[in-house]
T-cell receptor, first 112, second 116 residues
Framework: GNSVTQMEGPVTLSEEAFLTINCTYTATGYPSLFWYVQYPGEGLQLLLKATKADDKGSNKGFEATYRKETTSFHLEKGSVQVSDSAVYFCALSGGGSEKLVFGKGTKLTVNP | GAVVSQHPSWVICKSGTSVKIECRSLDFQATTMFWYRQFPKQSLMLMATSNEGSKATYEQGVEKDKFLINHASLTLSTLTVTSAHPEDSSFYIC????????????FGQGTRLTVV
């Protein structure tokens, strides 16, 4: 079945550091790929998405590119802020299934 | 963005009793709803996928007789944990989506279930 593997944390960075959180997937067909974020005390919310190969999703300075050849959707941000501290989840839907499945999540802490 | 309301936000129940958790999409009609269980260290496990008016599709290893899901309308899905035991204590999250796999899913705030 479809699955998502993402880099396990926790990840601790200083403000203005570069962030990469790796995500790879296994799916048949052409899934849609997502990054969701869970801020402390809040529910999950969509950060960005890409629905076809080579698409780049971007939001709030975060970016991820749908790479079919490497089955990856790595999340990047050039300069993180303290307010980016949260848990980040890579997810996919489709690829022969309507399910929305998640990776295990990566906790990011950004220190001032 | 669209709002998904999940109720209650926390509940404590005695072992052997049943607990119902409600998930409502407040300002949209959800084609599909998902139920997740979130484990310590944040891992989010899909329990089941449901569409309005049809039976839920459960993930392997999830007992359908224990975790009853009813998706009676386009705005309401319920998860009933029957004959709860301490090992069912967890954080349960619902999600609702309009349309296809390409679209955003909206999440409830979650329900903390403690079985004593």
């Amino acid at each position: 079945g479809n699955s998502v593997t993402q880099m396990e944390g926790p990840v601790t960075l200083s403000e203005e550091a570069f962030l990469t959180i790796n995500c790879t997937y296994t799916a048949t067909g052409y899934p849609s790929l997502f990054w969701y974020v869970q801020y402390p005390g809040e529910g999950l919310q969509l950060l960005l998405k890409a629905t076809k190969a080579d698409d780049k999703g971007s939001n709030k300075g975060f970016e991820a590119t749908y790479r079919k050849e490497t089955t990856s959707f790595h999340l990047e941000k050039g300069s993180v802020q303290v307010s980016d501290s949260a848990v980040y989840f890579c997810a996919l839907s489709g690829g022969g299934s309507e399910k929305l499945v998640f990776g295990k999540g990566t906790k990011l802490t950004v220190n001032p | 963005g669209a709002v998904v309301s999940q109720h209650p936000s926390w509940v404590i129940c005695k072992s052997g009793t049943s607990v119902k958790i409600e998930c409502r999409s407040l300002d949209f009609q959800a084609t599909t709803m998902f139920w997740y269980r979130q484990f310590p260290k944040q891992s989010l496990m899909l329990m089941a996928t449901s569409n309005e008016g049809s039976k839920a599709t459960y993930e392997q290893g999830v007992e359908k007789d224990k975790f009853l899901i009813n998706h009676a309308s386009l705005t309401l899905s319920t998860l009933t944990v029957t004959s709860a035991h301490p090992e069912d204590s967890s954080f349960y999250i619902c999600s609702a989506r309009v349309g296809s796999k390409d679209t955003e899913a909206f999440f409830g705030q979650g329900t903390r279930l403690t079985v004593v």
